[in-house]
């Protein structure tokens, strides 16, 4: 393959952008060569040109944009799964190897490879599938390698922790399980991990009244992550024990690391949930509750199992 086209889904939340970076990482696996463009709706370029495997982003929101961004590529591969137009201008381009989703669609057949689409499957493992629809490969260890190479590119080495704690939750306050409430965790787990045991919390520019409660605990088994590049996150995740974590965008590094993972939801979401031997899935006991409900001790079990 000399040149390979990847046409992300059209949001932008930083954790749509995670969930496609194991895919392009392992589109360079197979081809170190090839030419690698990522075409997006919206201005993410900073997302995925700082990663290693990626050659450029090209911004297209219309069809005509679309075909354009499209030069004479050998394979194109879609994320979207609810839109026509791109196995359309695929096809019309003359691509010979085209790849996307199966989702009930009219211009479905026009896919040489295609993979269907699952809404009860992990966004992060369906974008890895469309791939291996083409050719075979180990998705866990692609998605652990992506993260390994990915904390290649820093340039420090954070404080490790044993314990990784996400507590963000960028789409809004129904997503975050509140931080008080990972402090009683820590509280339950540090006895039962070793006298020694590090908590780190992950904290992004919207959680600077958690930063400053935290410090305000002067704790000496917390370890403050505020504001650090994804780089040294990637490190963090792959050297954890456990990681628990709100619905936010650092949660896709923790879930491709590999290492044990709770996930905690507002409600079931298994798009965004990768579930596995060791990982588990907390949500409120009923409908109606918000994630505030959910109690520490309930996170704990859940902790407790994935880590045996």
């Not at 499209?70 to 394979?75: A, I, M, R, T, V």
């Not at 669609?105 to 896919?111: L, M």
């Not at 306050?173 to 006298?195: I, N």
């Not at 792959?238 to 628990?244: E, F």
């Amino acid at each position: 393959m000399k040149e390979v086209v990847v046409y992300i889904r059209s949001m932008v939340f930083l954790g749509t952008q995670i969930v496609a970076f194991p895919l392009l990482y392992q589109i360079k696996q197979f081809w170190p060569d090839c030419h690698l463009r990522v075409v997006g709706q919206d201005d993410l370029a900073q997302y995925y040109e700082s990663l290693p495997w990626v050659d450029d982003y090209v911004r297209a929101n219309r069809l005509k944009q679309n075909f354009l961004a499209l030069n004479k590529p050998d394979l194109v591969i879609a994320l979207h799964f609810a839109s026509e137009q791109f196995s359309l201008v695929s096809l019309l381009k003359g691509v010979k190897t085209r790849i996307g989703f199966r989702n009930g669609r009219v211009t479905d057949v026009f896919w040489t490879h295609r993979y269907k689409k699952d809404y009860s499957e992990y966004m992060g493992v369906a974008n890895l599938k469309l791939l291996a629809a083409y050719r075979s490969f180990d998705i866990a260890t692609a998605a652990r390698a992506c993260v390994t190479a990915i904390a290649a590119q820093r340039t420090s080495n954070p404080d490790l922790a044993d314990v990784v704690f996400m507590p963000g939750g960028g789409a809004g306050d129904y997503k975050r399980w509140p931080v008080e409430r990972y402090v009683e965790l820590a509280d339950l787990l540090g006895p039962r991990m070793g006298a020694d045991i590090k908590f780190c919390f992950v904290l992004g520019p919207d959680e600077q009244r958690e930063y400053q409660w935290l410090q305000s605990l002067n704790r000496d088994d917390f370890v403050l992550f505020a504001n650090r590049p994804l780089s040294e996150l990637a490190w963090l995740t792959l050297q954890a024990k456990l990681i628990v974590a709100n619905d936010c965008g650092p949660c896709h590094y923790g879930q491709f690391a590999g290492v044990p993972y709770v996930g905690v939801f507002h409600e079931t979401n298994l798009e965004w949930f990768w579930r596995r031997s060791d990982t588990a899935s907390v949500v409120p006991m009923f409908a109606n509750k918000d994630i505030k409900s959910i109690e520490a001790s309930d996170v704990f079990e859940a902790a407790i199992k994935v880590m045996r």
